[in-house]
């Protein structure tokens, strides 16, 4: 690999290093990786498991605030939503709500 060719490929790793941590909408997206193994690429679930995309952001948030709390019971989704702020739980919900 050339020098030039090197140069250009550091400068795209860090392009999308440095994008993430300022839009939000990008961190909904990388929250939202880790709920894809159960609930589908892009909240699509095609299994048991309910399909999450396109839920209305307010009611996504109440759910994991919910699920967080206790308030709401589940078998794996209290243990999941304890693991977010409820700055990340705004972000994942701004970001489901709008996959349809
Ligand atoms: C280990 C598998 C798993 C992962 C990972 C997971 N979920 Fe869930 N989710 C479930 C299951 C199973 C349910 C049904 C409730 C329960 O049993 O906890 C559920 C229910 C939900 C519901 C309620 C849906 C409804 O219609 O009532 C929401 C909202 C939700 N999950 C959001 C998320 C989000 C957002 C993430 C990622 C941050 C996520 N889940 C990650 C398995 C998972």
Same mark, same amino acid.
């Given at each position: 690999?050339? =020098?030039g060719k090197r140069g250009a490929l550091l400068g795209l790793v860090l392009t999308s290093l440095a994008l993430p941590a300022g839009a939000e909408g990008a961190r909904g997206d990388m929250l939202a990786g880790s709920c894809a193994?159960?609930?589908?690429?892009?909240g699509q679930s095609?299994?048991?498991i309910p399909a999450i995309a396109g839920i209305a952001a307010e009611d996504? =948030?109440?759910l994991l605030s919910e699920y967080r709390s206790g308030a709401l019971e589940g078998t794996v989704m209290?243990?999941?939503?304890?693991g977010f702020t409820d700055d990340e739980? #705004? =972000?994942? #919900?701004a970001y489901f709500a709008a996959l349809r």
């Open positions: 690999m050339t =020098a193994a159960c609930h589908g690429p892009e095609p299994g048991a996504m =948030a109440r209290n243990r999941i939503a304890r739980i #705004a =972000a994942i #919900a």
